[in-house]
């Protein structure tokens, strides 16, 4: 079974632009969520979706944005992207919300903006 | 509030040896806990993870953990460490309280060096 995809890895973009990153959850799960890592914050949650629902939202500004789609695919996209957006974003899938779910990554997208 | 702390930074033992590192959680309530490794460059890989019954966890790559209750603690652990076992290892609490949120909440991660 495939894991969690992301595309692309790697990306540069400059100030003021938009982002976006798109996530292929595991075959069969329905939640996906967003998490940014960076060296000085370490691992922040960004956002969940299930059933092309937001349900859960992190402490980031209204730049940062998602959407689920009815395949379970997600995207997010950062607009206005400033110096200190420069991170890893990982997505991860789980069959399920909540409880003892394990939650998968996949292999993240290195967005650095110059 | 929910809370994760690993105490170290950085970790090194030599090969062969046992290894513990360290994590302590608060939650409101009653935890699920977590451990994730990462590899230069690479997304997170899951290790094992904490619900209920047993408090002593076994996962991956031999890799084990103690949940205690007293202590708010859930060490990782491994009998004996590989060169390979070398990477940044991060603790994960989601409060069971909260059902239906399903984010973590990260510690800062330890980074293991296994010294041949």
């Known amino acids: ?114 | 509030a929910q809370s994760v702390a690993q105490p170290e930074d950085q970790v090194n033992v030599a090969e062969g040896n046992p290894l513990t590192v360290k994590c302590t959680y608060s939650v409101s309530g009653n935890p699920y806990l977590f451990w994730y490794v990462q590899y230069p460059n690479r997304g997170l890989q899951f290790l094992l993870k904490y619900i209920t019954g047993d408090n002593l966890v076994k996962g991956s790559y031999g890799f084990e953990a103690e949940f205690n209750k007293s202590q708010t603690s859930f060490h990782l652990k491994k009998p004996s460490a590989l060169v390979s076992d070398s990477a940044l290892y991060f603790c994960a609490v989601r409060d069971r309280v909260a059902s239906g949120a399903n984010n973590l909440f990260f510690g800062t991660g330890t980074r293991l060096t296994v010294i041949p």
């Open chain 1, 1 to 114: 079974k495939a894991g969690v995809t992301q595309t692309p890895r790697y990306l540069i973009k400059t100030r003021g632009q938009q982002v976006t990153l798109s996530c292929s959850p595991i075959s069969g799960h329905r939640s996906v969520s967003w998490y940014q890592q960076t060296p000085g914050q370490g691992l922040q949650f960004l956002f969940e979706y299930f059933s092309e629902t937001q349900r859960n939202k992190g402490n980031f500004p209204g730049r940062f944005s998602g959407r689920q789609f009815s395949n379970s695919r997600s995207e997010m996209n950062v607009s206005t992207l400033e110096l200190g957006d420069s991170a890893l974003y990982l997505c991860a899938s789980s069959s399920g919300q909540g409880g003892g779910n394990t939650i998968y990554f996949g292999e993240g997208s290195w967005l650095t903006v110059v």
